[in-house]
């Protein structure tokens, strides 16, 4: 198998469930609270790590007390953060997730040491990029050391991978060097300038491909996704399932996704092991904790085999 390397963000979740999320200066009572690790690269490296792939992932945390417990966390279950960068003029990043009772999720992110993730780490970590066969990113890490991987995993001949969540506009330069662009809906129509309301999917995801990505992974929630190129297209339906928690699916994805690309696996088998541990996710609370292990998901294929 080839090797993942996750270069992103490292948070820890404080999670609070609620029946309805608070309007402007109303005060609530939750009904339960968690806390976890999580992060969008966080969440993508312990997804891949979980559903079998070979992982490393370099991230940015404080030396305070959440950054050791991440790192704890991370070697305990094996994932190699031997490259995390360690720094103490910033605290390590948090998210405060709020969780209605319909299972979707308003979340504030403070960055703290993940915007100290800077290029010039990643050109000393260089040996990482050489040693790896996919590169996955996401944006919550600076846009510049974004830039500064997909440069110099481009220049090693990597395969890369760039979710862009959250969503942001990209530039003509980096959005040429994505071999697999993954994005939903809100992403896709602020990268592209279009609407899916007006264009439809397939139109789209058509500008994203002119814009010079390779391939185009569209995630459409409850709708399923698609996958496109100038050879390929595919669509396949989401699961039906009781959502609890839509917090890290899109990052599960992400992760099952890289994991059977590496293996080299028929594009239609990927997409639908990447929607099924998406679809267990969601009925779980919490980030890294909802993601399902392969075993999960090869159990949930073969129980939902042609029912959806």
Not at 33 to 46: D, I, P, R, S, Y
Not at 94 to 104: K, P
Request: glycine fraction near 8%; include cysteine; charge should be negative.
């Amino acid at each position: 198998m080839g090797k993942i390397l996750v270069i992103g963000s490292s948070n820890t979740d404080l999670i609070t469930t609620v029946k309805k999320f608070p309007t402007a200066g109303e005060t609530i009572v939750g009904k339960s609270f968690l806390q976890n690790m999580g992060g969008k690269g966080a969440n993508q490296a312990v997804a891949a790590h979980k559903l079998g792939g070979d992982v490393k992932f370099v991230t940015c945390l404080g030396v305070d007390t959440n950054g050791q417990n991440a790192l704890k966390y991370f070697k305990e279950m094996g994932l190699d953060v031997s490259s995390a960068l360690l720094v103490e003029e910033a605290s390590s990043g948090t998210a405060i997730i709020l969780v209605d009772e319909n299972g979707e999720n308003c979340i504030v992110i403070t960055s703290g040491a993940n915007n100290l993730l800077s290029p010039e780490y990643i050109c000393k970590s260089e040996d990482d990029i050489i040693a790896c066969d996919m590169v996955v990113l996401q944006m919550e890490i600076p846009y510049d050391t974004i830039k500064t991987v997909c440069e110099l995993a481009h220049k090693h001949r990597k395969t890369i991978m760039l979710n862009v969540a959250p969503a942001c506009h990209l530039d003509d330069e980096l959005i040429k060097l994505i071999d697999i662009l993954v994005v939903n809906e809100t992403e896709a129509e602020i990268i592209s300038g279009g609407k899916i309301d007006e264009t439809g999917e397939d139109a789209i995801v058509d500008k994203l491909l002119a814009l010079g990505a390779k391939t185009v992974v569209l995630t459409m929630g409850k709708q399923g996704c698609l996958l496109k190129n100038k050879q390929e297209f595919y669509s396949v339906p989401a699961f039906c399932v009781n959502a609890l928690d839509t917090t890290a699916a899109g990052d599960t994805f992400c992760g099952a996704l890289a994991v059977g690309l590496v293996r080299g696996e028929d594009l239609e088998s990927v997409l639908k092991f990447a929607t099924a541990a998406s679809a267990i996710c969601v009925t779980r609370i919490g980030a890294q904790p909802s993601i399902p292990t392969e075993k999960e998901v090869y159990e949930f294929l073969n129980k939902n085999n042609g029912t959806r």
